[in-house]
């Protein structure tokens, strides 16, 4: 089943400083609900980390001790000056297919939108409506931040 997904949020911080929190480990575990964790292997801090990385690295997505999804990340593009990136994961537990596409605008005033798309494919039906409501709880997380 494809999914297709939209959200833009305005955030209180420079587009400079949502750039760092967007592409840093740190930043992105900050966006995700309490009880998710991620972590990668080998570690990486940042997505130009995850580009210059010897070995394929392997995200896992955990629920409190639990893993409930593993996928090798992959960076399609990343372009600093532009302030966005597009991520095509493969190998993804319960995932087909998978892209997200981050973007962030200056809107002056110390504040910046973050603009994400996220679509891809998976065998099990609620697989889409899952992702939704992560990235909804996400963009929630960076309204407040």
Same mark, same amino acid.
């Given at each position: ?23 840093t ?13 991620? !972590?990668?292997?080998?570690?990486? +801090?940042?997505?130009? /980390? =995850?580009? @210059?990385?010897? #070995?394929? %690295? ?25 302030r ?11 995932? !087909?297919?998978?892209?997200?596409? +981050?973007?962030?605008? /200056? =809107?002056? @005033?110390g504040? #910046?939108? %973050? ?31």
């Amino acid at each position: 089943m494809r999914f297709e997904h939209r959200f833009e949020t305005t955030v209180n911080r420079s587009a400079a400083a949502a750039w760092i929190a967007a592409t840093t480990l740190d930043g992105i575990v900050d966006e995700l609900p309490r009880l998710l964790r991620l !972590r990668t292997t080998p570690a990486v +801090r940042t997505l130009e /980390e =995850l580009l @210059d990385a010897d #070995a394929t %690295v392997v995200a896992t997505l955990c629920l409190g001790p639990l893993p409930v999804l593993g996928w090798t990340p992959g960076l399609e593009r990343l372009d600093a000056e532009a302030r966005m990136f597009v991520e095509t994961s493969t190998d993804m537990t319960w995932m !087909r297919a998978w892209r997200h596409e +981050r973007r962030i605008v /200056e =809107l002056g @005033d110390g504040r #910046a939108r %973050v603009e994400d798309r996220v679509s891809g494919s998976s065998a099990l039906p609620l697989a889409g409506a899952v992702v939704g409501l992560l990235f909804r709880a996400r963009h929630r997380r960076l309204a407040r931040a």
